[in-house]
């Protein structure tokens, strides 16, 4: 009995771990893709998500009397106005489709407008949790599938230094038989990278900050797949960056006075 338990779990262990392993393009497969379909997409319950004051008790004497968990709350509000789940989904896809080098396949891929009604979500804001279906595609043409997904974003931090994360994969398969091609999952934490703090207490009054702040992981994490997606291959190398994303400036509120008010977080230090 012991030993049928040990086999299980190394099976369940091996299936696991293949599927979060890379898998890397090789040139001979991507002269095999023809006409690729771009779909990117946020799982559900992804986020955001705010793991700052809970998992830190570096911002209790800030808080006072107001609980971590609603402190946790308020943030996460915060972060869900400042970015949609549809733009980070589409911004991924568009930046790293505008890195990739003008050349076949991906000058032949499938007008995105089209995948996106085919899909039904075109203009629409949230980005359908789960998987869509793939079948879909072939009427278009499409050969091949690049999908990007978002697992787990947010912000945390650890010892009063805080930051996003970003969490998912990509990958490429056929369409037909769904053989994979190439598998790159990703995760990316800005307070490991040793980026500069971001402040809560300050996305609090300027949401837009976190905005920035996934802007920067999201063209990391395109840069990573064009990268991937460039295999050696014919001397193609990967284009020049795209515009920088722009965010318009937003008007700190007034300090509170006596009493923080409803919804809100503490003021930031000066």
């Known amino acids: ?9 190394a099976a369940v262990l091996v299936a696991f771990t293949a599927g979060c392993a890379s898998q890397r393009l090789s040139g001979a497969d991507l002269d095999r893709v023809q006409r690729p379909a771009f779909i990117s997409r946020i799982e559900d319950g992804a986020g955001p998500k705010s793991k700052v004051f809970q998992e830190d008790s570096a911002y209790s004497d800030k808080l006072k009397k107001l ?5 946790d709350r308020r943030l996460t509000v915060k972060l869900q106005q400042a970015v949609t789940r549809f733009e980070l989904s589409e911004r991924l896809r568009v930046t790293t489709l505008s890195r990739l080098p003008e050349v076949a396949p991906w000058t032949d891929a499938v007008d995105p407008a089209r995948v996106a009604t085919a899909l039904e979500s075109f203009l629409v804001e949230e980005v359908p949790a789960n998987a869509p279906d793939y079948d879909l595609m072939a009427p278009l043409g499409a050969d091949t599938i690049v999908e990007f997904v978002i697992q787990d974003y947010g912000m945390r931090s650890d010892d009063g230094h805080a930051g ?14 769904r053989s994979e091609l190439w598998r790159r999952p990703f995760d990316l934490d800005a307070v490991e990278q040793g980026a500069p703090h971001l ?3 300050k996305v609090g009054k300027e949401p837009e900050l976190f905005r920035l702040a996934m802007t920067d992981l999201l063209d990391k994490v395109a840069d990573m797949f064009v990268k991937d997606l460039t295999p050696n291959r014919k001397g193609a190398a990967p284009s020049g960056n795209t515009a920088p994303d722009t965010v318009p400036s937003a008007v700190t509120p007034a300090p509170s006075e006596l009493q923080l008010p409803a919804g809100e977080l503490p003021d930031p230090d000066a």
């Open 1 to 9: 009995m012991v030993r049928s338990r040990s086999v299980l779990f």
């Open 67 to 71: 609980e971590p968990k609603e402190a």
């Open 164 to 177: 996003a994360y970003l969490k998912g994969y990509g990958r490429m398969f056929r369409l037909d038989g």
């Open 199 to 201: 402040d809560p207490f």
